[in-house]
């Protein structure tokens, strides 16, 4: 035990391994691309569902987009792409 300076112990540790190292592990590759993919491919969609106005093809599009903010746990992405398919949905009716 080591004294600090206001009189508490304080517990040091010691360690074999290099005392101020770092260690890096690379992500995935395919983690990386998977919320992009599902986020353009899904806005893609919703584009071309507008102008066909074709309804089933408007809500898969924001289906992939809600996948794509439950991935990046994005709670704004998530609503907002709510409020604009529903907005886009009630136009087409």
């Known amino acids: 035990m080591v004294r600090s300076g206001l009189g508490c112990p304080v517990a040091v540790a010691s360690s074999s391994f290099l005392p101020h190292s770092t260690i890096w592990i690379a992500p995935d590759p395919g ?3 998977f919320f992009p993919v599902l986020f353009v491919t899904g806005a893609l ?6 102008r066909q106005k074709k309804k ?3 809500i898969a599009g924001a289906a992939l987009v809600l996948g794509a903010a439950l991935v990046d746990r994005d709670p704004v992405l998530g609503i907002g792409q709510i409020f604009v398919a529903a907005l886009f949905f009630a136009e087409m009716t």
Do not use: E, G, N, P
């Open 31 to 33: 983690d990386l691309w």
């Open 56 to 58: 089933a093809a408007l």
């Open 45 to 50: 969609l919703q584009v071309a569902a507008i």
